[in-house]
């Protein structure tokens, strides 16, 4: 993680000790959102006190505002235009106010980069683009974007990689760094989004040779599923004509499910028992029992898997992530403070209106 003195400094001139400029760094960064136990880890703290005297400054300059997340604990948002344009304006969207499901992604994001600070990041979206689009020379039309209407003008804003998930390096081989992409699961008991994730970034997976992708969450209860949707729908995507595989497979299968047992080859059933550990999966079962009855025709599935024309290697693991926040963590508890809990529903942003140089807007974040 390479921090630049210029940023560091910068932060520090808002009368931030270098420990605590580093942090506001980061969280400005990578999340715009923090908790006690990330900044008391970070700066190698153990007393509640500190804390509190950091969120006390924090607050008093206007920069951070404190909210209570039911189960959670306090969170603090890093919300002052101030701060964030003392590191450039890519991070900005940071600034804005957001749902709790959105505040537990990015808490989880800092989780990340705290505990693997040797790691080289690609940080924002202007240092993703000329990443991809740039060094690697992938057009723009194959990275993942979103269009969002102006005020002004007709032509909507085109922005990428909006997800913000940790992408990085963590290369023992400088000369051919491989990129690794995150997602990061949240409480909900669909993996829905993790699908639409991927679909989402399958078109740059497609131009890249080699990449790693790392499924993040804080409970394993996800992990065989998501590794087998990776499987599914990036990895079998990524071979040369899997849809001609797959037919093959599915044609020796229906044969052996109708006892034409005289109608296989040796050579057939070889295949089919190599093919069905690689075509194993929900996505292929429905694909399979659609297709055997006529609901899905052999150009829909070729569509579904149209293959790639170059070759790929990429790597799929799985880590948990620490507890959200240890249930014994109070910020004041060494000289007996408490902040008041308040409500805080589902699906609605934390907190009211902004104050100081934080005024609330909507947008891309």
């Known amino acids: 993680m390479n921090i630049l003195p210029i940023h560091v400094t910068a932060l520090e001139r808002l009368g931030y000790t270098e420990k605590e400029a580093r942090f506001l760094y980061l969280v400005a960064t990578h999340s715009g959102y923090f908790v006690a136990r990330q900044f008391l880890a970070f700066a190698g703290l153990q007393s509640g006190q500190r804390m509190t005297h950091f969120s006390n400054k924090t607050q008093s300059k206007k920069h951070t505002r404190s909210h209570q997340m039911p189960g959670h604990g306090t969170v603090y948002h890093l919300f002052s235009r101030k701060v964030y344009h003392q590191i450039g304006p890519e991070n900005l969207g940071n600034h804005r ?53 102006r005020k002004h003008t007709v032509q909507p804003a085109v922005r990428y990689f909006v997800d913000r998930f940790p992408m990085f390096f963590q290369d023992e081989n400088p000369a051919a760094p491989v990129v690794t992409f995150t997602f990061i699961q949240g409480p909900e008991a669909s993996l829905t989004a993790f ?11 497609r131009k890249l040779r080699e990449f790693r992708f ?15 949707l990776f499987h599914s729908l990036v990895t079998i995507a990524l071979e040369p004509n899997p849809s001609d595989d797959l037919l093959r497979y599915f044609s020796i299968r229906k044969a052996w499910d109708q006892r034409q047992y005289a109608s296989l080859s040796e050579d057939d059933l070889i295949y089919r ?12 079962e429905h694909f399979y029992h659609a297709w055997k009855v006529g609901r899905v025709a052999e150009s829909h599935i070729r569509s579904q898997l149209t293959g790639s024309e170059i070759p790929h290697l990429a790597h799929f693991e799985t880590q948990i992530l620490k507890p959200y926040a240890p249930p014994e963590e109070v910020e004041g508890a060494d000289h007996g403070h408490r ?19 934080g005024v609330s807007s909507t947008g891309p974040t």
């Open 97 to 149: 106010q957001h749902e709790i499901e959105y505040i537990e992604a990015r808490i989880a994001m800092l989780d990340f980069v705290l505990e693997n600070p040797g790691f080289s990041y690609l940080e924002t979206e202007a240092q993703k683009v000329a990443y991809f689009n740039g060094e690697l020379a992938v057009g723009l039309q194959h990275l993942s974007s979103r269009t969002y209407p």
């Open 195 to 205: 699908v639409h994730h991927l679909h989402d970034y399958l078109p740059l997976f």
């Open 273 to 284: 028992n190599l093919a069905k550990e690689r075509f194993s999966g929900q996505r292929f």
């Open 339 to 357: 902040e008041k809990k308040g409500p805080v529903q589902k699906n609605t942003r934390l907190g009211g209106t902004s104050s100081g140089d």
């Open 214 to 228: 790392l499924y993040l969450a804080r409970l394993d209860a996800h992990f065989a599923r998501a590794s087998e």
